[in-house]
Antibody
Framework: QVQLQESGPGLVKPSQTLSLTCTVSGGSISSGSYYWSWIRQPAGKGLEWIGRIYTSGSTNYNPSLKSRVTISVDTSKNQFSLKLSSVTAADTAVYYC??????????????WGQGTLVTVSS | SSELTQDPAVSVALGQTVRITCQGDSLRSYYASWYQQKPGQAPVLVIYGKNNRPSGIPDRFSGSSSGNTASLTITGAQAEDEADYYCNSRDSSGNHLEVFGTGTKVTVL
C-alpha cells in the first residue's frame, strides 16, 4: 500500500519561500509510470492543482503559479518537494501531495497524503 | 478561475439517486476524474476514465460524459456519501495541465 506524507514548516513569513517535502513509502517513487503532484486547498475553498513532476525530472506547472513554483524529485530518498517563492497570505492553505497516473483514462491521482497546513503570516 | 464548473450544492434523500455535473470545454476531448472529500480529510478518488472505480469504491458510484459535461451519479445514496465532490481533468489549453472543478457539496437528507 503506497503512502504519502507531507512535511515542512507550518508557518512561513510573507515574501519568503514555502518549502514542503512529500515522502513516499510502500513503493519506489521510480517504479511504474507515475507522476507526483502537489495540490492545495485554502480553508473553506476548492482544490487547486499546483503542478507535477515525473521521475525523469519533467515538470508541468499551473500557469497562475508557474513563476513562483519549483517541484523537484530525489529518487534516492523516495521524496519529491515543492518550493513556492514570494509567498503572501493568499498562499495559506492545506497542501497535499499525490501520486498520479496518466493512461488511456486520462490523468488521475490514486493516492494522496493527509495534507499539511501552511500559514503565511508575520 | 476554474475552467470546470460544478453546482455548489445538491441534496438527495437517503437511498435516492443524485447526479453531480461538471461542465467545461476540455471535457469534449478528455475524461474527468472524480474525488470525494469529507471534512478534515484528503480527497479520495472515486471515478476515473470512462467509468472506472478504484478498488474499495462502492458500485453505487458511476461516471458518464456527454459533450462538454461529465457526470458522477450516486445510485442509492448513503449517509456516508455526504461530502464535497470535485471533478478534475486536463485544461483546455491543449497542454498537459490539470484543473479541478469548483466543487459540489452533497447533502444526504
Amino acid at each position: 500500500q503506497v503512502q504519502l506524507q507531507e512535511s515542512g514548516p507550518g508557518l512561513v513569513k510573507p515574501s519568503q519561500t514555502l518549502s514542503l517535502t512529500c515522502t513516499v513509502s510502500g513503493g519506489s517513487i521510480s517504479s511504474g509510470s507515475y507522476y507526483w503532484s502537489w495540490i492545495r486547498q485554502p480553508a473553506g475553498k476548492g482544490l487547486e492543482w499546483i503542478g507535477r513532476i515525473y521521475t525523469s525530472g519533467s515538470t508541468n506547472y499551473n500557469p497562475s503559479l508557474k513563476s513562483r513554483v519549483t517541484i523537484s524529485v530525489d529518487t534516492s530518498k523516495n521524496q519529491f518537494s515543492l518550493k513556492l517563492s514570494s509567498v503572501t497570505a493568499a498562499d495559506t492553505a492545506v497542501y497535499y501531495c499525490a501520486r498520479g497516473v496518466y493512461d488511456s483514462s486520462g490523468y488521475y491521482s490514486d493516492y494522496w497524503g493527509q495534507g499539511t497546513l501552511v500559514t503565511v503570516s508575520s | 478561475s476554474s475552467e470546470l464548473t460544478q453546482d455548489p450544492a445538491v441534496s438527495v434523500a437517503l437511498g435516492q439517486t443524485v447526479r453531480i455535473t461538471c461542465q467545461g470545454d476540455s471535457l469534449r476531448s478528455y475524461y474527468a476524474s472524480w474525488y470525494q472529500q469529507k471534512p478534515g480529510q484528503a480527497p479520495v478518488l472515486v471515478i476515473y476514465g470512462k467509468n472506472n472505480r478504484p478498488s474499495g469504491i462502492p458500485d453505487r458510484f458511476s461516471g458518464s460524459s456527454s459533450g462538454n459535461t461529465a457526470s458522477l451519479t450516486i445510485t442509492g445514496a448513503q449517509a456516508e456519501d455526504e461530502a464535497d465532490y470535485y471533478c478534475n481533468s486536463r485544461d483546455s489549453s491543449g497542454n498537459h495541465l490539470e484543473v479541478f472543478g469548483t466543487g459540489t457539496k452533497v447533502t444526504v437528507l
